[in-house]
Structure formats: C-alpha cells, structure tokens
C-alpha cells in the first residue's frame, strides 16, 4: 500500500475511493471500508481511503485539546492490513473548510479516476457540512461515479463513533472503547529519559515522549503489552500526573514498566496496547506505600495478561511474548 500525503495522479485506470476522517479505525471503519475492499476485489478495481489531517473538527472549532485517536501513519498501518491499495492524507487547512460541496468533489475527480465512492449514512462535507448523502449521490451522476452509502455499525443497539469512543477513553471505560476500536487502544512514544525514581525504587521505568495531539486515556494505571523493536512484552503502565512525586504536573505522563527487561531502549520508540484499566491514579503518603502498590499492580497486571490475547492492529492471536 502507497501512503499518498496529497493528490496525486495514480497509475490506475479506476478507483473506488472511501472518504472521512476515519479516527480510530473503529470497528464501523472498519466494515466500510472491508466492504469496499471485497467488491474492489470482486471487479479487479484498485481502492483507496481518502482521509484528513488534522481532524476537520480541530481547524473547524480551533480546538486546542489532543483529541486524536489516530496519527496518519496509525491510521495508514491500520489501513494496510485491511488491503487497500492506497492512503490519502489530505491537509485539512481552513481553505479547504471553505470549499463547497461542489467545489470539494471537483477537486478530487480532476485528480483521481473515482469509479464509486463510499462513506457512511451520516457523512457531512464541504463548508458549513452543506453537503450530505443526496448532494454526493447528485454530485456522482453529475461527475460519473457510483455513490455507495454504508450504515452505521451497531454496539448494544448504540452507533459507533470516534466521539463515543473518546468518552469512553477520558471516562475510564476502557472496555467500551477497546471493544468498539476491535482491538486495545495504543500509545506509541520514544523513550525519554526520566528522574530515575523508578529505578531507585525498584522498578525502572520507560518514559515515553508521547505526539502531543494524541488523546491519553483518563489517569490511572493500565495492564499493557509493550512493543520494542518488533518483540511483545508484558507490562504494566502508568498514565498521570505523578501525585506522589510532583504537585502540580501541567501534563500526564506516561510511564511503563515492563516485566523481566532490563534493556536499555532510550531513543527506541514503543507501542504500549491498553489491555485493561487496573486503577485509578492516587497519591500515596510514603514511598514504601507507593513500591507496595507498584508490586500489586505489577502482580494484577501480570494476571490479565496471562488471559488475554495480544492484539495488534486489526489482527488478533496467541501471539507469545518475548523471553
């Protein structure tokens, strides 16, 4: 798969093409797009995802908060293993929030040789969201393409959403997130170094420098599988603020211990995949106290993950970890 960062003319002579933000790559991302894929495969048609960066509603509302689920690169990996032929990555920049919705579709079907595109029951674009399904279904016999409108996907009879999702990640109901994402949530970050506390205590930890825009889950401390240079380990991982060490962090760290590793793995990058949310962060009063509790969670972390089956992406197995 080709990871395109702009239009561009592809060597093909048709496309299908779905288009949306696509954050999270949920599991109703997930069955458009696998749709589009088999009846691509079906007629020997290459497909694509045409997707945005930053997400509209940050430009849009200027929000300032990290709210992404999902880098490009994320996004495009996950993409990958659910056999698309190319990503898209569009800048989304406050001139193309102006566009209309005429003015949006021209602009792709004067680059991309667009045979139908897909999106789903609720897709909104161009300025103000002026265009909905009609207008593109309209806009389709104008322009020649097939319009292909996919409904939501369904959990607990509830629609699935990338908002949803952020909710459910802030609110500390990491189940509900993980289930509707079909896989744990991850961080990836490159080890940084730290103030040592960990090892002086006991427990060394890696100290990952985590793209700001990602959206942390709610402060606590989280049963993970960590990813180092391609080898799975079992972890146990704290998100926060340190409460027993500093007064006022102005921002959540993420800190991971993990098992049996004694590494040096400064300036790798790792991907922790949130398997289950242990606790919330407290502040402890004695050190003695806080190692305790680090040796409970790093026992209880141990326990789930002897039970679950580590996941990554959009596949999953009884992938063994790493001696």
């Known amino acids: 798969m080709k990871h395109l960062r702009e239009l561009t ?5 048709g496309l299908y093409a779905a288009i949306g933000t696509f954050d999270g790559v949920h599991t109703g991302h997930q069955q458009l797009i696998q749709a589009m894929v088999n009846q691509a495969q079906k007629t020997s048609t290459e497909c694509a995802v045409i997707t945005f960066f930053p ?7 200027n929000i300032q908060t990290p709210i992404t689920l999902t880098s490009p690169e994320e996004k495009a990996a996950l993409f990958e293993k659910l056999g698309l032929n190319y990503t898209i ?4 920049t406050k001139e193309m929030a102006q566009l209309t919705p005429t003015e949006f579709i ?9 045979k139908q595109i897909w999106v789903g029951e609720d897709f909104t674009f161009g300025h103000q969201r002026r265009g909905n ?3 593109l279904s309209q806009l389709g016999m104008q322009y020649g393409f097939e319009t292909i409108i996919v409904k939501h996907f369904l ?4 629609k699935i959403s990338s908002s949803q999702i952020r909710n459910w990640l802030t609110s500390g109901d990491l189940e509900s ?3 509707a994402l079909g896989r744990p949530y991850s961080i990836t970050g490159v080890v940084k170094h730290g103030d040592q506390r960990g090892s002086k205590i006991g427990f060394p930890t890696a100290n990952l420098a985590v793209w700001e825009g990602k959206l942390l889950p709610a402060s606590g401390v989280y049963a993970t599988f ?18 027993t060490f500093v007064d006022n962090e102005p921002n959540a760290q993420v800190e991971c211990y993990i098992h049996n590793f004694d590494r040096n793995i400064y300036d790798l990058p790792v991907q922790l995949f949130l398997v289950s949310r242990i606790r919330a962060e407290k502040r402890f009063e004695s050190i003695s106290a806080l190692i305790q509790q680090i040796k409970n969670d790093a026992a209880k972390s141990e326990e789930i993950l002897k039970h679950a089956e580590f996941q990554t992406g959009l596949l999953t197995g009884s992938t063994k970890t790493a001696p």
């Not at 003319?9 to 002579?13: D, F, I, K, R, V």
């Not at 021209?106 to 667009?114: E, H, K, R």
């Open 9 to 13: 003319s592809l060597p093909t002579t």
């Open 55 to 61: 997400i509209p509603a940050i430009v849009i509302r």
């Open 89 to 92: 990555t569009l800048q989304f």
């Open 106 to 114: 021209d602009l792709l079907v004067s680059n991309l040789p667009i």
């Open 133 to 135: 399904t009609t207008v």
């Open 155 to 158: 959990q607990n009879s509830e």
């Open 177 to 179: 997130a993980n289930k």
């Open 226 to 243: 960590a990813q180092v240079e391609g080898k799975i380990y079992t972890s146990v991982t704290n998100i926060g603020f340190r409460p």
